[in-house]
């Protein structure tokens, strides 16, 4: 695979298509708005005006689009990658969606003759920058294993799961653990911050036992610098936290600390950051213990 099309330009979606040039894949890219194709293209990308373009100058496509319904149109739709797909095209969907959709778009691919993986990513847009993302990956073997070398120039690691919609099952789960996570440490941080405790000398300290969390070293240097730029905004977080009650519903699997979490972030969204990184969700911790969380050192 030399010919690779992309759909998606947006905070990870850029970087991924930036790598994969770098990595020396001929780039086709899809991309509604100007800016970032534009980018690209004084790069060395082509530019496709529809999917189904796109797809009839491509041997793989990725996918990294917000929402099931994003997916479905960019795929299925009117002047979509299958209208213009030949037998064998392998379509790489790395956006977060419901299992069931996943599983249902490879079903309709297969029957065109198009192999489609569902691949989400762990990582945010400094791992997307870095090449460091990690993919999880449901649908064929086969396919999983001749698609390796792109998502190894895309990230540092790439996991087979097994039949499609695995990789989204696992993505869901994933996004489950980072949510809590998240709260459990803005929480934690509330209390030291209002108690006069240094956060940067306890968050020193938590990297020594159990505690320690990869997403409490990565957003606190946010929180107390005061930045909210997105590296994963409240807004995605929220859209993945309702397909995350829609599958736990589905599977019969109680989920009462996420439900609590969820609730958070519906509150933070409704003051109006949902373009801001999820971590301001402190905001809302700091509004209530008036203390607001910053560098003490």
Wanted: aromatic share 6%; with cysteine.
């Amino acid at each position: 695979m030399k010919k690779i099309g992309f759909v998606g330009l947006g905070i990870m979606g850029f970087s991924m298509a930036e790598n994969l040039m770098k990595a020396g894949y001929e780039l086709c890219v899809f991309a509604r708005s100007d800016g970032k194709a534009r980018l690209l293209e004084e790069r060395g990308a082509v530019r496709s005006p529809t999917p189904a373009d796109l797809a009839a100058r491509s041997d793989a496509v990725v996918v990294m689009v917000t929402a099931d319904r994003d997916v479905e149109e960019i795929v299925l739709g009117e002047n979509g990658l299958a209208e213009g797909a030949r037998p064998g095209l392998v379509i790489l969907n790395g956006s977060t969606i419901l299992p069931s959709t996943s599983k249902r778009m490879a079903e309709t691919a297969a029957a065109r003759g198009i192999h489609m993986l569902d691949c989400p990513v762990t990582g945010s847009a400094p791992q997307a920058r870095e090449a460091k993302l990690g993919f999880m990956v449901g649908g064929d073997k086969e396919i999983f294993e001749r698609c390796k070398p792109l998502f190894m120039a895309m990230g540092k690691a790439a996991y087979y799961l097994g039949e499609s919609g695995s990789g989204s099952y696992a993505k869901l789960a994933n996004n489950t653990m980072y949510a809590i996570n998240l709260l459990s440490f803005v929480e934690a941080v509330s209390i030291v911050g209002k108690s006069g405790i240094d956060p940067e000398l306890f968050l020193e300290i938590v990297g020594q036992g159990g505690a320690r969390s990869a997403v409490s070293e990565a957003k606190l240097p946010k929180i107390i610098s005061r930045d909210f730029s997105p590296a994963f905004s409240l807004a995605m977080m929220n859209k993945d936290a309702g397909l995350v009650g829609r599958l736990a519903a589905e599977l019969g699997v109680a989920t009462p600390v996420f439900d609590a979490v969820r609730e958070a972030f519906g509150k933070a969204l409704e003051k109006g950051w949902g373009d801001e990184d999820l971590c301001s969700v402190i905001k809302l911790y700091e509004e209530s213990s008036g203390h607001v969380i910053g560098r003490r050192r």
